[in-house]
């Protein structure tokens, strides 16, 4: 556990340890939740799909492709719980692979059109 006080900002740093150089490591989605097995039910988005959904979610230069960092700052589920857990899912690529999930950025899902 990590312990802090309400809005105090939360600096997190993902490294992927791999021999290839030639890998990009990208941060698609980071969920809270106040409890440690359920990402599903009552959840607050920090970011998701690559879309930053929490305001006081930013990025921090890396001068390396293998490391990500970002914060955001802390926070507590109303009449919950004094934990926040956190689950996030982050995407390996080949480094300059424009097409891949790593070079995409946010992605919006487009809502289902109706025909009259």
């Known amino acids: 556990p990590y312990y802090v006080d309400?809005?105090?900002?939360?600096?997190?740093?993902?490294?992927?340890?791999s021999s290839d150089p030639n890998l990009v490591l990208?941060?698609?989605?980071?969920?809270?939740?106040?409890?440690?097995?359920?990402?599903t039910t009552v959840t607050y988005d920090i970011i998701r799909n690559g879309c930053v959904r929490d305001p006081t979610y930013t990025?921090?230069?890396?001068?390396?492709?293998?490391?990500?960092?970002?914060?955001?700052?802390?926070?507590?589920?109303v009449q919950k719980?004094?934990?926040?857990?956190?689950?996030?899912?982050?995407v390996v690529c080949r480094a300059y692979d424009y097409s891949s999930r790593c070079y995409q950025g946010c992605i919006?899902?487009?809502?289902?059109?109706a025909s009259f």
Not at 6 to 17: C, G, T, V
């Open 26 to 39: 990208f941060v698609d989605t980071c969920v809270a939740s106040p409890t440690p097995h359920n990402f």
């Open 6 to 17: 309400i809005d105090q900002n939360l600096f997190l740093e993902a490294y992927l340890h």
């Open 81 to 90: 719980s004094h934990s926040v857990y956190l689950q996030c899912e982050l």
């Open 108 to 113: 919006t899902r487009s809502k289902s059109q």
């Open 59 to 77: 990025t921090h230069y890396s001068p390396y492709k293998h490391i990500v960092r970002f914060q955001f700052n802390a926070f507590q589920f």
